[in-house]
């Protein structure tokens, strides 16, 4: 009997302590997070409008940059440094001072990899890495190739930057192995399956005609399109 009024009292208990402890859990782990997305809200449209390629001022960048660091006060969640990476690469690009540049860039650099060691399937991020490293000098050119391998690795075909996977590409040739050189072809015909117009114009404006002829020694009629 004493067995039977045992069991029913734990019975009659365990509902209940089970869904406060779940109710316990809920709060800890998930009002962090949150709190994090709340905080994320006043930057977001500065980070479209810096990853659409707008201009954005100083004080723009600043709103987003401290929105992300008020997140990562809550809950580290890799969103928010890759964001932060954003900003600060863009913060690189627009800079006139090197001393800024090189600043900005270990900046971008660092945020960037503080994502990637939380989640490493980012495209974005590691061609941020790699670009950033670019901007560094010939001396982080190899940190860069191997940033540039690895982005593609992720994501082969990733449209939005495929144009300048092909144009870091050839600022890194030199340092290339043969097995680098087949990728940055292999880009750029995805670029040219992709969109052949945008890719001629690109090719044009940033002045790549002579590394079309490099790339693609025999004639073909992707090189015709492109150079003509």
Known sequence: MRFEQLRGSIAKWFLPAFMLASSIILLVVGVPRFLHEHMLVPGTPILYRVNAGEKVSDEDLETLEQSRLDALAFTELPDAYY????????????????????KYSEMAIEASMAGLKMAPLNTFA?????????MLGPEKYQESLKAWRTSIATARFEPFILMQRVHLGIILYQDMADEDVLILKDQLTLAYQWNKVELRQYVHRNHLII??????????????????
């Open 211 to 228: 590394w079309i002829d490099i790339l693609f020694k025999s004639d073909s009629e992707m090189k015709d399109y492109l150079i003509r």
């Open 126 to 134: 590691w061609f941020r890495v790699a670009t950033a490293n670019v």
């Open 83 to 102: 964001d932060l990476g954003s900003s600060y690469l863009r913060r690189a690009q627009t800079a006139t001072n090197p001393e800024t540049v090189q």
